[in-house]
């Protein structure tokens, strides 16, 4: 029962992380970076791995446009149906079975590269009609050493790799310190690793608004969520909705630098209507910072430090706010927490003891309340905490 129910749990994930990505997507991103930089990519190897060369709309986008993005080489690999977890389904496209290389006995087991580097039809132009591919000769995993050789020739990485691989993937880039954009769910900004390059200004969100969502290509047998209620179809393919989901890249674009309009404590205290009736501005009982509950209602004339949501940095402009730290993660060294929960315990909203120790709620953003909306943690002297939601620590730059 135990290996069914394994594989059960694999074959789920081999369906969610089929997400293909919407062209008109990747034109918007792409175009963000280009407005910046007309010459972003030129001159540029550009390796699209994790892909399905055959119908990846990030082939499609690059090749289309190779000559207007005066790019050296495109390349787009492809991970073996073999490899995937048990449940996906497999079924060669009609452009492999076509070609004379096909191999029916590779074509399952083998990954595949596509390269363009030159006019291969000789009509003037170089664009998607000049894709020359082969069989790898692994299965196309990312973290193969023929993949891996592929990724140190290039300059430049994009794709939506599989979500369940994001920590790795991403490292994967890091170690090779590359340009890169990737698409990944807005909780990757909490993982230890990523927030550290973030706080280090070494990636950041794209220019996406990540609050936006995004409609995925899916599997005819992809399986939708019982509470789903957006749209499955768009132009005929099965579609999900992501939220939450964003771009990250270590390319510049001009969002980004873009500074956030802001109201001062007092204009926000009487004319920000979020934050009427919430704890704003108070401070947090075990971090010398305030809670700031909204990003909308940053101070522009606090000087010190200020916890504020994990959303802040769809609009964090470097040059605007230095980051510090963040709460939950061991990601707040230059705001170190001032105080221990250990001897306190939980108790529920009408009063009991949940039996969990205050321990759990050690380096979280804690306010001295009780609101009576959820659970609180208490000590012997009747003193009584709630966490906020994980707080990124910023300051003013001034």
Request: include cysteine; hydrophobic fraction near 35%.
């Amino acid at each position: 029962m135990a290996a069914k129910n394994s594989n059960l749990s694999k074959a789920k994930t081999a369906k969610n992380d089929e997400f293909y990505t919407q062209y008109h997507d990747i034109e918007k991103e792409m175009q963000a970076y280009l407005d910046f930089n007309p010459d972003v990519f030129k001159n540029k190897t550009i390796l699209l791995p994790c892909d399905d060369p055959e119908w990846s709309n990030f082939t499609k986008y690059f090749a289309q446009n190779f000559q207007r993005l005066g790019l050296k080489k495109l390349i787009s690999t492809s991970f073996a149906a073999t490899s995937k977890p048990a449940g996906f389904a497999y079924q060669p496209s009609l452009f492999e079975q076509s070609d004379e290389r096909f191999d029916p006995e590779l074509s399952p087991k083998q990954g595949k590269i596509f390269t363009l580097t030159h006019d291969k039809s000789g009509d003037g132009k170089i664009n998607i009609d000049d894709l020359e591919w082969k069989y790898l000769k692994g299965d196309g995993d990312f973290r193969s050493d023929e993949v891996k050789k592929l990724r140190d020739q290039a300059d430049i990485i994009i794709t939506n790799p599989p979500f369940s691989l994001f920590r790795e993937f991403l490292a994967w880039i890091v170690e090779a310190n590359k340009q890169f954009t990737i698409i990944g769910n807005m909780n990757a900004i909490t993982y230890k690793e990523s927030f550290l390059l973030i706080k280090d200004n070494k990636f950041w969100l794209g220019a996406t608004n990540f609050n936006q969502g995004m409609y995925f290509r899916v599997p005819d047998n992809f399986v939708y969520a019982d509470t789903y209620k957006f749209e499955r179809e768009q132009g005929g393919q099965k579609v999900n909705r992501v939220p939450g989901v964003c771009w990250f890249t270590n390319i510049e674009h001009g969002r980004r630098h873009e500074p956030l309009p802001l109201m001062t404590m007092a204009d926000n205290l009487k004319f920000n209507k979020k934050i009427i009736g919430t704890i704003a501005y108070q401070q947090y009982d075990n971090y010398n910072a305030i809670e700031v509950p909204f990003t909308n209602a940053i101070p522009s004339d606090f000087d010190g430090v200020m916890g504020v949501p994990i959303s802040f940095l769809d609009k964090y402009n470097p040059d605007q706010f230095e980051i510090l730290g963040a709460t939950q993660r061991g990601c707040h060294d230059l705001v170190p927490d001032t105080k221990k929960y250990d001897d306190y315990w939980e108790m529920k909203q009408n009063g009991e003891k949940t039996g969990s120790k205050g321990g759990k709620t050690n380096e979280n953003a804690n306010l001295a309340m009780n609101d009576g909306k959820k659970n609180y943690f208490i000590n012997q002297d009747g003193h009584s905490v709630q966490s906020a939601y994980q707080r990124i620590f910023i300051k003013h730059k001034r």
